[in-house]
């Protein structure tokens, strides 16, 4: 089974200063993980994603995510938060194993709002 | 490209009708896939499909159903509609090729049943 838990339902932050969105997940084997974001009224947007190799992962708009295997969390960061950022963030994790499913696992998402 | 498209944007039902939802995917996507969005919460995976055949289904019961055309296109048909199935309905597209592929999302469609 593949979960995912987003702690925060929502995360404050004034604009120019960094931000973390947290994610933890649990799967059998090994994870794929993806942070996706959405805006009021739209459908979700891809960031980025965690196949393997460098735990450091580098995705859009100056969005990078961290992969901790020990702590079975990726979360989502940027140096400096802009007003524009304001959205809900959703992450998502599937299992990479033989028996893993197709289908990813979603949070509940975490709502971000940057304060000018 | 267009990217993931959906119709209709909005739709409003009663209760006891029977709806139909309309995705095209992602150009060179052959997998799609439809989540239920209740508001505030994140997307709830419905079914997929692939090669026009349901692939993987969730915890919906079977009043939903779907199809996938020959040209990749699907649909979301909800029989019998309850209050409880005001959301807004997400269709992916991804590439079955490669295992690691993330997700490409319409805009959604937000059903509201009165």
Do not use: M
Not at chain 2, 17 to 26: M, Y
Not at chain 2, 41 to 58: D, T
Not at chain 2, 76 to 95: K, M, T
Request: with cysteine.
């Amino acid at each position: 089974a593949q979960s995912v838990a987003q702690p925060e339902d929502q995360v404050n932050v004034a604009e120019g200063n960094p931000l973390t969105v947290k994610c933890t997940y649990s799967v059998s084997g090994n994870p794929y993980l993806f942070w996706y974001v959405q805006y009021p009224n739209r459908g979700l947007q891809f960031l980025l994603k965690y196949i393997t190799g460098d735990n450091l992962v580098k995705g859009s708009y100056g969005f990078e995510a961290e992969f901790n295997k020990s702590q079975t969390s990726f979360h989502l960061k940027k140096p400096s938060a802009l007003v524009s950022d304001s959205a809900l963030y959703f992450c998502a994790v599937r299992d990479r194993g033989a028996g893993g499913s197709y289908i990813p696992t979603f949070g509940r998402g975490t709502s971000l709002i940057v304060h000018p | 490209d267009a990217g993931v498209t959906q119709s209709p944007t909005h739709l409003i039902k009663t209760r006891g009708q029977q709806v139909t939802l309309r995705c095209s995917p992602k150009s060179g996507h052959d997998t799609v896939s439809w989540y239920q969005q209740a508001l505030g919460q994140g997307p709830q995976f419905i079914f997929q499909y692939y090669e026009e055949e349901e692939r993987q289904r969730g915890n919906f019961p079977d009043r939903f159903s779907g199809h996938q055309f020959p040209n990749y296109s699907s649909e979301l048909n909800v029989n019998a509609l309850l209050l409880g199935d005001s959301a807004l309905y997400l269709c992916a597209s991804s590439w079955d090729g490669v295992s690691y592929n993330e997700q490409f999302f319409g805009p959604g469609t937000r059903l509201t049943v009165l």
